[in-house]
């Protein structure tokens, strides 16, 4: 008998964000595709974290997160979202947002499960339902604004639907989600007994003076909501892998068990590195995010608008959707790896975020860069208008 490759792993390929990372760096280009943050951690977060390791504190830590960064969390969200999180029992620090996630859907997911997602999608949020055999039913939402209704939602529910994810703000369309919409999908949970997930990665990452709303804070919702986030982005440690899933102990118990089995705990001295940002650097280093990177949105934007490439603007998070009909191929691979060749700038094509075509004439572009990178960016892209006026001359 040959030895093969089980019939899992065509469920999870290598990510097209992951990809596209590559085909940059094989040309040496300016890498706008995957969310990888590279502004500077803060001094604090940094030093408390070499403290850590220079006093020994290297060992593993309990399964589901050290003392300091539970207590820090649950008392971030208690101040911030209203929420009271028990940090004993409800809160659950895990290898990164994408890990507590995995767990959670071990944990409460049975296979066949069917699990609502919204359109433009997070591709690791569909990969990681299909590796738990989770199934993925997608609902459709369109530019600009990417809304939906109640009837949208009761045209995917089935007598399989266990749960719906909510990112907000999304990637990759950074759509803020309204109160008015939280409430739709918190009221269609309690009438179909759905979980909800919620990726609330970017929830310092707002632009244009809207609330970041958690969804465990709608009454009725704290028993059926699991709360996922990290301090990845928020940060700059993407690479540290420092995330959670805060909710009812009846559902942290069993989502701590399965991140206990697979990762036995995230990296103890990077976790106390973590906690001491949230708790010494407060509020105003969360409020300060959000200008910082408003003028990175404003920049790449009004670049990509100038080139003809026409961007929808976020309202969160630090991605933006792009319009690319104008580049030449048959599909947003094609466009993504014409405007990498062309100028050096490295996206991430919009099939990664939809099903079938709406996704063709789409990239996303990252800006969670230093002002010279996405400078150095722009410059490239304008190539494409140099190209335009040869032409029109």
Not at 225 to 243: A, E, H, P
Not at 319 to 325: C, G, I, N, S
């Amino acid at each position: 008998m040959t030895l093969e490759l089980s019939s899992r792993h065509e469920w999870v390929r290598k990510s097209e964000l992951r990809g596209m990372s590559v085909e940059c760096e094989r040309v040496g280009g300016v890498n706008l595709a995957q969310g990888v943050c590279d502004l500077a951690i803060p001094d604090r977060v940094t030093q408390a974290a070499v403290d850590a390791i220079e006093s020994g504190n290297n060992s593993y830590s309990r399964h589901d997160g050290t003392a300091a960064l539970r207590n820090a969390i649950a008392e971030k969200y208690r101040r911030r979202a209203g929420i009271e999180a028990d940090p004993e029992t409800s809160v659950v620090v895990s290898a990164g947002a994408t890990g507590a996630l995995y767990c959670a859907c071990l944990a409460l997911l049975e296979p066949g499960d069917e699990v609502i997602l919204f359109e433009p999608y997070y591709s690791y949020h569909e990969s990681t339902l299909k590796a738990t055999e989770a199934v993925p039913v997608f609902l459709p939402t369109e530019a600009p604004d990417w809304t939906f209704s109640f009837d949208d939602l009761e045209a995917v529910v089935t007598d399989r639907t266990r749960a719906i994810i909510v990112n907000t703000p999304g990637n990759p369309s950074g759509k803020v989600w309204s109160m008015d919409e939280m409430e739709l999908v918190a009221k269609f949970a309690k009438q179909y007994n759905l979980f909800v997930f919620t990726d609330e990665i970017y929830e310092h990452f707002i632009f244009d003076s809207m609330p970041h709303i958690s969804m465990a804070s709608l009454p009725g919702m704290w028993e059926r909501t699991i709360t996922i986030s990290g301090l990845s982005k928020t940060f700059s440690i993407t690479g540290w892998r420092i995330g959670y899933a805060v909710c009812d102990p009846k559902w942290a118990d069993a989502i701590g068990n399965f991140s206990d089995l697979v990762y036995v705990c995230a990296p103890t001295p990077l976790q106390i590195g973590a906690a001491a940002g949230i708790v010494d650097l407060g509020d105003e280093y969360f409020d300060k995010l959000a200008a910082k990177y408003r003028k990175k949105r404003e920049m790449l934007c009004g670049t990509l608008d100038d080139v003809g490439l026409t961007p929808c603007v976020p309202q969160g998070a630090y991605y933006v959707l792009a319009d690319v009909t104008s580049l030449p191929g048959q599909n947003s691979k094609d466009r993504a790896m014409y405007l990498l060749d062309k100028t050096g700038v490295a996206s991430v094509p919009g099939e990664s975020f939809f099903k079938g075509k709406a996704g063709d004439t789409i990239a996303r572009f990252c800006f969670a860069k230093e002002d010279d990178v996405i400078e150095d960016a722009c410059r490239r892209l304008q190539v494409l208008s140099a190209g335009k006026e040869r032409a029109a001359g």
